[in-house]
């Protein structure tokens, strides 16, 4: 009977120290991102500021304003030309279809202070220009190579477009 009472003790011990019988295991998973160097990040940032600034292009062309996004990826004196010509437009009375626009960044250059960049780009794109409502002429198409002068926001690891020079 000593004997049964053990077995019985023991089962029960066994029996409630498992609780329902699963067990529960703890997983860490990790994910690891491939570090990207500094340089790297920093000429991806120009790349994702022209192509932006080539958005903002089409969008004031088709436009005749400046969106509120506009200076996330421009500033300065390439700000200011766009808001005059879009004004100028504006005044003329003159809209801009634009029919197919792609960029081609050709080169980037970063400073060795890593503040400014600048870049060889070439914008293509085919258009359609009305004025009063008409259309004026056929469809044209652009080929415009630009040399682009990049400045860095802050301390972030991003840029703007700052000065453009047709070449």
């Known amino acids: 009977m000593r004997r049964a009472l053990v077995t019985l003790a023991f089962c029960t011990l066994i029996a409630g120290c498992g609780g329902s019988g699963t067990t529960r ?68 009375k003159v809209r801009v279809r634009v029919l197919t626009s792609a960029v081609e960044i050709r080169s980037v250059q970063l400073d060795p202070s890593y503040l400014t960049a600048s870049a060889s780009v070439v914008e293509r794109s085919r258009v359609r220009v009305y004025q009063h409502g008409r259309p004026v002429g056929g469809v044209r198409t652009l080929n415009e190579p630009a040399r682009v002068e990049l400045h860095r926001v802050g301390d972030k690891t991003a840029f703007v477009v700052w000065k453009l020079a047709p070449v």
Do not use: C, I
């Open 25 to 92: 295991t703890t997983e860490r998973t990790t994910t690891s991102t491939p570090k990207v160097s500094p340089t790297a990040a920093l000429e991806n940032a120009a790349h994702s500021a022209l192509e932006q600034n080539h958005t903002l292009s089409d969008y004031v062309l088709a436009h005749n304003s400046l969106p509120s996004w506009a200076s996330q990826s421009t500033s300065g004196p390439a700000f200011a030309a766009l808001r005059n010509a879009a004004a100028q437009r504006r005044s003329g």
